[in-house]
Nanobody, 115 residues
Framework: QVQLVESGGGLVQPGGSLRLSCAASGSIFSFIVMSWYRQAPGKQRELVASIIRGGKTNYADSVKGRFTISGDNLKNTVYLQMNSLKPEDTGVYYC?????????WGQGTQVTVSS
């Protein structure tokens, strides 16, 4: 059973940075897509960024130029570097992985951007 464990969330002031980590119990190379989603209070979960096996990435318009998704195959970890954070980036951030025929979610990590 694949497990995804997120870490790195916390409280940060507007304009600050955080790096989220998603550690997989198996090789991330086995996943076709790995993504970060977020859910703000009272809102639907939304896609933030994805990385496809081979390295292609895509981002939500709201985070382009500020967030970077990357993967480390040796550590079986996917990262989300978040810079120039805004209060509207507040929410629970979830790691997601898709392998052929299966999807996996982490438990989420809280990110709060506030002064």
């Amino acid at each position: 059973q694949v497990q995804l464990v997120e870490s790195g969330g916390g409280l940060v002031q507007p304009g600050g940075s955080l790096r989220l980590s998603c550690a997989a119990s198996g090789s991330i190379f086995s996943f076709i897509v790995m993504s970060w989603y977020r859910q703000a209070p009272g809102k639907q979960r939304e896609l933030v960024a994805s990385i496809i096996r081979g390295g292609k990435t895509n981002y939500a318009d709201s985070v382009k130029g500020r967030f970077t998704i990357s993967g480390d195959n040796l550590k079986n970890t996917v990262y989300l570097q978040m810079n120039s954070l805004k209060p509207e980036d507040t929410g629970v951030y979830y790691c997601y992985a898709y392998a052929l025929g299966s999807t996996y979610w982490g438990q989420g990590t809280q990110v709060t951007v506030s002064s």
